[in-house]
């Protein structure tokens, strides 16, 4: 880890945040450096600096716990899974509406957007003015989140305002789902029974592998090496434009598997959701599961594909002529062609939702 740009980056994002984007855009396609040089350092830095400033300035108010290791160690945690969701999240809808769906450059846009939140997030310990500063700093990441949002993820005008909006109410709506699944686990359990597994041991197979990350983050670090190879799949489509059986058979497949996947995780949510209201979530693992649990119901057709061996490219070109054969069934021989294969298969793909 580089301290020293670290510490540069977080004063450009803050005191000249358009320099600073432009800088580091041509770095912002690996995730892996954007989470080593800022978001980790962010997460960590703003959760240890907030835990010393309330031990040395101790709060008054009896109702408020007096903070523990342990709180601020889970709190770091909860961190890292919301930075990843969000960045997952603003990633997906910006393909919905017509941009990039990159992962990598939606970790580096919120990471940088977020470091007056993540100050805040210290600033809000001080006596009096803490919440005051802490709130002007959050909105003040949200102004930067809009602006940076086009300019890292090439989301068009048009689409600006409606991505920017469903972005935070779909983060929203995750973030208080783990909240609850968190939140139920350590009111009910306690600290004392609440335990937080390995988060960052690696294993290798018996075939010599490459060693793999498990605990708590290892599901997060898979999902980001799937999103990560999927980004860089490339297809040539054929000059025809015509679908060959073979592929139509395996796109059906992907969308009869994600289905299955889907409603798997969903069924281990409900599972653990139940679980956490009759509070028997006594580790964080289990609770860091639902999350890991959400990521794995967005991204299931893309993890499906690489899982599989599959090209993403070729699979999001040949959804694409399908689409287009549904709609226009014969404008031209291409079109045509494509409809005939897709009506062999359209009971079925009616049947899974699509």
């Not at 009096?128 to 300019?151: C, E, H, N, S, T």
């Not at 290892?218 to 980004?231: D, K, P, V």
Request: some cysteine.
């Amino acid at each position: 880890m580089d301290l020293t740009r670290t510490l540069a980056l977080i004063k450009g994002a803050l005191f000249d945040p358009d320099k600073t984007w432009d800088t580091y855009l041509p770095e912002a396609g690996d995730w892996s450096k954007t989470a080593m040089l800022l978001t980790g350092p962010l997460i960590i830095g703003s959760g240890i600096l907030a835990y010393l400033l309330d031990l040395i300035i101790p709060n008054t108010f009896a109702f408020i716990p007096q903070p523990t290791l342990m709180m601020a160690l889970l709190g770091i945690i909860i961190q890292a899974a919301a930075a990843v969701i969000i960045a997952f999240v603003v990633a997906f809808l910006a393909g919905m509406f017509k941009g990039k769906n990159s992962f990598a450059h939606a970790l580096a846009a919120t990471s940088l957007a977020f470091v007056p939140g993540y100050v805040g997030n210290v600033a809000m310990q001080i006596p009096w003015i803490g919440g005051l500063l802490a709130l002007g700093l959050g909105i003040y990441g949200l102004v930067l989140l809009w602006r940076i949002l086009p300019k890292y993820l090439d989301i068009p005008d048009s689409s600006r305002v409606g991505h920017y909006i469903l972005s935070l109410v779909c983060s929203i709506v995750v973030l208080v789902a783990l909240s609850a699944v968190v939140g139920a686990s350590v009111m009910r359990s306690g600290t004392s029974g609440f335990t937080i597994p390995d988060m960052g041991s690696s294993n290798t197979s018996g075939s010599g592998s490459t060693a793999r990350s498990s605990g708590a983050f290892g599901e997060l670090e898979r999902q980001g090496r799937i999103l990560e190879e999927a980004e860089n799949d490339v297809y040539e489509p054929p000059e025809s434009g015509m679908l060959s059986r073979d592929q139509v058979e395996q796109f059906v497949s992907v969308v009869r598997k994600t289905r299955a996947y889907q409603e798997d995780q969903t069924e281990r949510l409900q599972e653990l959701s139940e679980k956490a209201e009759a509070g028997e979530v006594t580790s964080f693992g289990e609770a860091f599961s639902g999350m890991a649990s959400m990521v794995g119901i967005g991204a299931a057709e893309m993890e499906v594909v690489k899982t599989g061996g599959g090209n993403w490219a070729e699979h999001q070109w040949i959804k694409e002529q399908l689409q287009i054969a549904r709609i226009q069934r014969d404008i031209n021989d291409t079109v045509r062609h494509n409809y005939a294969l897709y009506q062999d298969y359209e009971e079925e793909l009616r049947e899974l939702g699509y």
